[in-house]
């Protein structure tokens, strides 16, 4: 019944700035966690960061300074603000979003995002 939709995926150059937003519907009260993951082509799926209200922001090392995750939790909407894009950001991003602390999540469609000159 959770459902989420990605988007803001597009393409941008190295050195870019690129924002995914990210709606969660068919949940009667707040999330407890929403972030992003990513899948890079030929690869598994990876942390990209996530939010939550007891542990906070946590990033993977490889974004650190510059991806912000923000949520909104009364409107359900969680967005990645990526900066200092780089070609290997190139991938498929997932949002995902845990209704509770102890559940397996839910995850949206995904939206692209290509870095490249």
């Known amino acids: 019944q959770l459902r989420l939709e990605e988007s803001g995926g597009g393409v941008a150059q190295p050195g870019g700035s690129l924002n995914l937003s990210c709606a969660a519907s068919?949940?009667?009260?707040?999330?407890?966690?929403m972030g992003w993951y990513r899948q890079p082509p030929g690869k598994q799926r990876e942390l990209v960061a996530t939010?939550?209200?007891?542990?906070?922001?946590i990033y993977s090392d490889s974004v650190k300074g510059r991806f912000t995750v923000s949520r909104d939790i009364d409107k359900k909407t969680v967005s990645l603000q990526m900066k200092s894009l780089e070609p290997e950001d190139t991938a498929v991003y997932y949002c995902?979003?845990?209704?509770?602390?102890?559940?397996?999540?839910?995850w949206g469609p995904g939206t692209s995002v290509t870095v490249s000159s």
């Open positions: 068919g949940h009667r009260f707040s999330i407890y966690l």
């Open positions: 995902h979003a845990k209704p509770f602390r102890n559940t397996v999540g839910a």
């Open positions: 939010i939550s209200e007891d542990e906070g922001a």
